[in-house]
């Protein structure tokens, strides 16, 4: 079955850390630029980052919100994408997406999410 | 940035109507427009893609037309599964979403 499922998330202070992960299944991952998207409490979605394969050079963009605390790594060998997240506020909270990028682009595959809370 | 705006935030529809939802972008994004349907705790769903592309197994009552600054979500025939929340994309210059439409029934 082609899909996308989160881990990591959980409840975090301000100031502390964090890191998901998103394991892929069902579809060859090493050719995929993957994505990671969230989305705050009754609000609408937000790019978060997005890395490239290791063909087109494994390089990232981030949103301006979190670059310089954020960063996205993948392993394809473990079909894996992974989002560090470091000195997290409480703005970050938010469900965070991984999706997979269609042409590099538009988000044709999504993972269900997992809930990352920043609370003191 | 380029910003994408939405209208209406909210819209109110029968079964069988036909429903039309604006995006509005700040500049030029071509035709590098998605469409996504979401439901309450459920992840984004892509429609349409390329402005006017259906993805496969999505139901051709939903289609996309427009370029450049102005492009429109159309769903024909409005469904009991269709109520959801949509929202627009760009993908011109990196990734930027509109605040949604809610279509809620009437």
């Known amino acids: 079955e082609v899909q996308l499922v989160e881990s990591g998330g959980g409840l975090a202070k301000p100031g502390g850390s964090l890191r998901l992960s998103c394991a892929a299944s069902g579809f060859t991952f090493t050719n995929a630029w993957m994505t990671w998207v969230r989305q705050a409490p009754g609000k609408g979605l937000a790019w978060v980052g997005r890395?490239?394969?290791?063909?087109?050079?494994?390089?990232?963009d981030y949103a301006a919100p979190v670059t310089g605390r954020f960063t996205i790594s993948r392993d394809d060998s473990k079909n894996t994408l992974y989002l560090q997240m470091n000195s997290l506020k409480t703005e970050d909270t938010a469900v965070y997406y991984c999706?997979?990028?269609?042409?590099?682009?538009?988000?044709?595959?999504w993972g269900r999410g997992t809930l990352v809370t920043v609370s003191s | 940035d380029i910003q994408m705006t939405q209208s209406p935030s909210t819209l109110s529809a029968s079964v069988g109507d036909r429903v039309t939802i604006t995006c509005r972008a700040s500049q030029s994004v071509s035709i590098w427009l998605a469409w996504y349907q979401q439901k309450p705790g459920k992840a984004p769903k892509l429609l349409i893609y390329?402005?006017?592309s259906l993805e496969s197994g999505v139901p051709s009552r939903f289609s996309g037309s427009g370029s450049g600054t102005e492009f429109t979500l159309t769903i024909s025939s409005l469904q009991p599964d269709d109520f959801a929340t949509y929202y627009c994309q760009q993908y011109n210059n990196y990734w930027t979403f509109g605040q949604g439409t809610k279509v809620e029934i009437k």
């Open positions: 390329k402005a006017s």
């Open positions: 890395i490239k394969t290791k063909n087109d050079g494994g390089t990232t």
């Open positions: 999706a997979r990028g269609a042409e590099g682009w538009y988000f044709d595959l």
